[in-house]
């Protein structure tokens, strides 16, 4: 390495520079009054550095050289500029470890998610704090007389113990905190208030009083902070509170913009900031942050999605705290649908169905304290999300749950991680892979603060990375353990097996409303060719009748007509169709049964066999038709079989079904199932996102 003089302080050039350009670095370094010719320059040092067999170097590395020495002048010289600007700044003075103007530019970049992640960490410290209630109010300008447009205040308000008027200067501060490391509630390191304030607005006054105490504030104006940055004395001035009255708009008692919509949302009663005996108010001023958000910027899309929000990350606490928005009370929502209280949970009379509820025990990392994992599981059924659970024909029609909270949009397709029972993010195993179809699988893991570094939470309190052993004890089975893997599966198969219950009504439903089937029209063509006439027999007679009547029974139960009006519907179909499919789920049965109804001949498809799942369900048109011939003609030899001649079908039928079901699940994946499964509902969610 070469060394240029320059000032009081050596500065040190790469060796891969050329000696005459550490040299004239050096020089111009040196002296402002130094000029040079940059063409010059770059070609004696690409001159210096070309090997001696190249005669002639090109023209990108004289470029490139160029640019080097230009980058490695400009850089010093900027370096040295910054570090005098600082110690005027400081005068006289030596600087921190953290230049303040910089920290508060770069903190309000932290990452928030959205502005409800922001105001939940304003959230957690009024519940920390022991508040029964915590309210989001708006405040607007007189222009905006109509509050149709965005709030130019947003408050948080909360009637907890309040803050000494000594302490408020220190909660503004990053790091100022009287629960550091605290692991029995939700703050540990004090960067919550002034990092979810400062990504919001630019200005915010915190307002705080404890009993027997009047009002005082401290503000956090950026601006100024920043020009007080360098003097100690200014930056203290500003961060010390001072006596203070709440805004008039806050004491004015209003019960908010909101107008209800469809008779679910609770109307809260505001706390009356003019009798609390204690508590805190943050007032967030000059949104600047919010005003760029789209989507959050109009009141009633604003308020919504807060809702929407704290509901989600505070529903083991709601309603035991309090939290509104604008005059609107928050309702827990619960994205397993297991807590009775929250929304959604009745929406229609397919409930969740709970899988498991276990705990278990850890020891700290440091071996001092244990902490309690918490698991909840729970498993939607196939009919969960239609508007109308019954009619199979309009499973496409989606109720609340589906756009409120599994809708991918929400991001809740994972294992759900709270702390102290509150949400922080949904991970993705690293033994899995949660796709759109297991958004009916619902995991849910809370854990105890003490077992904070085994689940790495971030300082915004958004994202959580579980350590490897963690992962692991979660993954296996055992007493302390979580056995995720094992219930990850049983809900899929769960999901499985529902899955070919209700494919079979909706096929049936579908086969129904078709006005002709193409394969009993073949049939009815092929039995004019047949050689022989066919013969009924007394038990084939027997059974057709029996298992009409058991039809009529089920029609009759279902729509609640007449026993008259449903067989004459039936005789009806059998004259348009002597032959029909009909699906069912029949758990280790073969492929198909042949089965008499009256004089109707009947193929029962089997949707929880490989034949159905991995051919017929994939098959469309044409192929479908062909494939129902198929069978068609496969059961009309047994359909009307007695004896050894009927034994013998049966006995070949099985032994069909279990070499089918082993080649085609040899020949077609579950998981490329699997990905079929999940793309067409995706596209499903696209399709109705896009219509009008």
Same mark, same amino acid.
């Given at each position: 390495?070469?060394?240029?003089?320059?000032?009081?302080?050596?500065?040190?050039?790469?060796?891969?520079?050329?000696?005459?350009?550490?040299?004239?670095?050096?020089?111009?370094?040196?002296?402002?009054?130094?000029?040079?010719?940059?063409?010059?320059?770059?070609?004696?040092?690409?001159?210096?550095?070309?090997?001696?067999?190249?005669?002639?170097?090109?023209?990108?590395?004289?470029?490139?050289?160029?640019?080097?020495?230009?980058?490695?002048?400009?850089?010093?010289?900027?370096?040295?500029?910054?570090?005098?600007?600082?110690?005027?700044?400081?005068?006289?003075?030596?600087?921190?470890?953290?230049?303040?103007?910089?920290?508060?530019?770069?903190?309000?970049?932290?990452?928030?998610?959205?502005?409800?992640?922001?105001?939940?960490?304003?959230?957690?410290?009024?519940?920390?704090?022991?508040?029964?209630?915590?309210?989001?109010?708006?405040?607007?300008?007189?222009?905006?007389?109509?509050?149709?447009?965005?709030?130019?205040?947003?408050?948080?308000?909360?009637?907890?113990?309040?803050?000494?008027?000594?302490?408020?200067?220190?909660?503004?501060?990053?790091?100022?905190?009287?629960?550091?490391?605290?692991?029995?509630?939700?703050?540990?390191?004090?960067?919550?208030?002034?990092?979810?304030?400062?990504?919001?607005?630019?200005?915010?006054?915190?307002?705080?009083?404890?009993?027997?105490?009047?009002?005082?504030?401290?503000?956090?104006?950026?601006?100024?902070?920043?020009?007080?940055?360098?003097?100690?004395?200014? &930056?203290?001035?500003?961060?010390?509170?001072?006596?203070?009255?709440?805004?008039?708009?806050?004491?004015?008692?209003?019960?908010?913009?909101?107008?209800?919509?469809?008779?679910?949302?609770?109307?809260?009663?505001?706390?009356?900031?003019?009798?609390?005996?204690?508590?805190?108010?943050?007032?967030?001023?000059?949104?600047?942050?919010?005003?760029?958000?789209?989507?959050?910027?109009?009141?009633?899309?604003?308020?919504?999605?807060?809702?929407?929000?704290?509901?989600?990350?505070?529903?083991?606490?709601?309603?035991?705290?309090?939290?509104?928005?604008?005059?609107?009370?928050?309702?827990?929502?619960?994205?397993?649908?297991?807590?009775?209280?929250?929304?959604?949970?009745?929406?229609?009379?397919?409930?969740?169905?709970?899988?498991?509820?276990?705990?278990?025990?850890?020891?700290?990392?440091?071996?001092?304290?244990?902490?309690?994992?918490?698991?909840?599981?729970?498993?939607?059924?196939?009919?969960?999300?239609?508007? &109308?659970?019954?009619?199979?024909?309009?499973?496409?029609?989606?109720?609340?749950?589906?756009?409120?909270?599994?809708?991918?949009?929400?991001?809740?397709?994972?294992?759900?991680?709270?702390?102290?029972?509150?949400?922080?993010?949904?991970?993705?195993?690293?033994?899995?892979?949660?796709?759109?179809?297991?958004?009916?699988?619902?995991?849910?893991?809370?854990?105890?603060?003490?077992?904070?570094?085994?689940?790495?939470?971030?300082?915004?309190?958004?994202?959580?990375?579980?350590?490897?052993?963690?992962?692991?004890?979660?993954?296996?089975?055992?007493?302390?353990?979580?056995?995720?893997?094992?219930?990850?599966?049983?809900?899929?198969?769960?999901?499985?097996?529902?899955?070919?219950?209700?494919?079979?009504?909706?096929?049936?439903?579908?086969?129904?409303?078709?006005?002709?089937?193409?394969?009993?029209?073949?049939?009815?063509?092929?039995?004019?060719?047949?050689?022989?006439?066919?013969?009924?027999?007394?038990?084939?007679?027997?059974?057709?009748?029996?298992?009409?009547?058991?039809?009529?029974?089920?029609?009759?139960?279902?729509?609640?007509?007449?026993?008259?009006?449903?067989?004459?519907?039936? &005789?009806?179909?059998?004259? &348009?169709?002597?032959?029909?499919?009909?699906?069912?789920?029949?758990?280790?049965?073969?492929?198909?049964?042949?089965?008499?109804?009256?004089?109707?001949?009947?193929?029962?498809?089997?949707?929880?066999?490989?034949?159905?799942?991995?051919?017929?369900?994939?098959?469309?048109?044409?192929?479908?038709?062909?494939?129902?011939?198929?069978?068609?003609?496969?059961?009309?030899?047994?359909?009307?079989?007695?004896?050894?001649?009927?034994?013998?079908?049966?006995?070949?039928?099985?032994?069909?079904?279990?070499?089918?079901?082993?080649?085609?699940?040899?020949?077609?994946?579950?998981?490329?199932?699997?990905?079929?499964?999940?793309?067409?509902?995706?596209?499903?969610?696209?399709?109705?996102?896009?219509?009008?």
């Amino acid at each position: 390495m070469a060394i240029g003089e320059s000032g009081d302080a050596p500065i040190v050039f790469p060796s891969s520079l050329p000696r005459r350009l550490q040299t004239w670095a050096g020089q111009t370094i040196g002296s402002t009054k130094m000029s040079f010719d940059t063409d010059t320059v770059a070609a004696e040092a690409a001159e210096q550095m070309v090997p001696e067999h190249d005669q002639a170097p090109t023209q990108d590395n004289e470029r490139q050289t160029m640019k080097k020495a230009q980058l490695l002048i400009e850089t010093v010289e900027r370096q040295r500029a910054y570090v005098a600007r600082e110690k005027e700044k400081a005068k006289g003075g030596v600087p921190g470890v953290v230049f303040q103007d910089a920290f508060i530019r770069g903190m309000r970049d932290l990452g928030y998610k959205d502005p409800a992640w922001a105001l939940s960490e304003l959230i957690d410290n009024s519940v920390q704090a022991g508040a029964n209630s915590v309210e989001i109010r708006f405040g607007f300008d007189k222009a905006n007389a109509s509050q149709a447009k965005n709030p130019s205040q947003i408050a948080i308000v909360d009637d907890g113990t309040g803050m000494h008027k000594d302490m408020i200067g220190y909660a503004v501060r990053w790091g100022g905190t009287d629960r550091e490391d605290d692991r029995h509630g939700f703050g540990r390191f004090g960067y919550g208030l002034p990092s979810s304030c400062v990504s919001i607005a630019c200005k915010y006054t915190v307002y705080s009083k404890v009993e027997g105490d009047d009002w005082y504030s401290v503000t956090i104006d950026i601006k100024k902070l920043a020009d007080a940055s360098s003097d100690p004395k200014a &930056t203290e001035e500003l961060l010390t509170s001072k006596k203070a009255k709440l805004p008039a708009w806050l004491l004015e008692q209003r019960q908010g913009t909101f107008v209800p919509e469809d008779g679910n949302e609770l109307l809260a009663k505001p706390i009356d900031v003019r009798c609390m005996v204690s508590g805190t108010v943050i007032v967030l001023e000059d949104l600047d942050r919010l005003r760029g958000m789209p989507g959050w910027i109009q009141v009633s899309k604003l308020r919504q999605r807060l809702l929407h929000q704290f509901g989600l990350i505070y529903r083991h606490w709601i309603p035991e705290v309090r939290i509104s928005v604008d005059s609107v009370d928050c309702q827990a929502i619960d994205p397993l649908f297991l807590l009775p209280h929250a929304r959604f949970v009745d929406e229609t009379s397919v409930k969740a169905k709970k899988v498991t509820e276990k705990t278990f025990e850890v020891e700290s990392r440091d071996g001092k304290r244990k902490g309690i994992v918490k698991i909840r599981a729970s498993y939607l059924p196939w009919q969960f999300s239609w508007a &109308t659970p019954d009619n199979f024909a309009s499973s496409d029609q989606k109720n609340k749950r589906w756009d409120q909270v599994l809708v991918a949009k929400h991001g809740l397709n994972g294992i759900l991680v709270c702390r102290e029972g509150r949400q922080i993010d949904v991970v993705q195993p690293s033994w899995t892979k949660f796709q759109n179809n297991d958004v009916y699988v619902k995991l849910e893991i809370d854990f105890d603060p003490v077992l904070d570094e085994y689940f790495s939470i971030t300082t915004s309190k958004q994202q959580i990375r579980i350590d490897e052993d963690m992962f692991e004890r979660l993954r296996t089975d055992g007493k302390n353990a979580g056995g995720l893997a094992a219930l990850v599966t049983d809900i899929r198969n769960l999901w499985k097996s529902d899955r070919d219950v209700v494919r079979a009504e909706i096929d049936k439903v579908t086969a129904r409303k078709a006005e002709e089937l193409p394969a009993a029209n073949a049939m009815k063509e092929a039995d004019k060719f047949k050689t022989r006439t066919p013969r009924v027999s007394p038990e084939s007679q027997k059974e057709g009748e029996e298992n009409l009547k058991k039809e009529v029974a089920t029609r009759v139960k279902k729509s609640g007509r007449t026993e008259q009006e449903v067989r004459q519907e039936i &005789t009806d179909e059998v004259q &348009t169709r002597p032959w029909d499919i009909d699906f069912e789920a029949m758990d280790e049965g073969p492929f198909f049964r042949p089965r008499r109804m009256g004089e109707q001949k009947r193929v029962v498809i089997n949707t929880a066999h490989p034949f159905y799942s991995r051919l017929y369900a994939k098959a469309s048109g044409d192929v479908v038709s062909a494939l129902q011939v198929m069978l068609f003609v496969l059961a009309d030899g047994e359909i009307d079989a007695e004896g050894q001649r009927l034994t013998f079908y049966k006995s070949e039928r099985n032994f069909w079904s279990g070499q089918l079901g082993i080649a085609l699940a040899s020949l077609v994946s579950e998981g490329n199932l699997d990905d079929d499964s999940s793309l067409a509902m995706e596209l499903e969610e696209q399709g109705r996102a896009a219509a009008p």
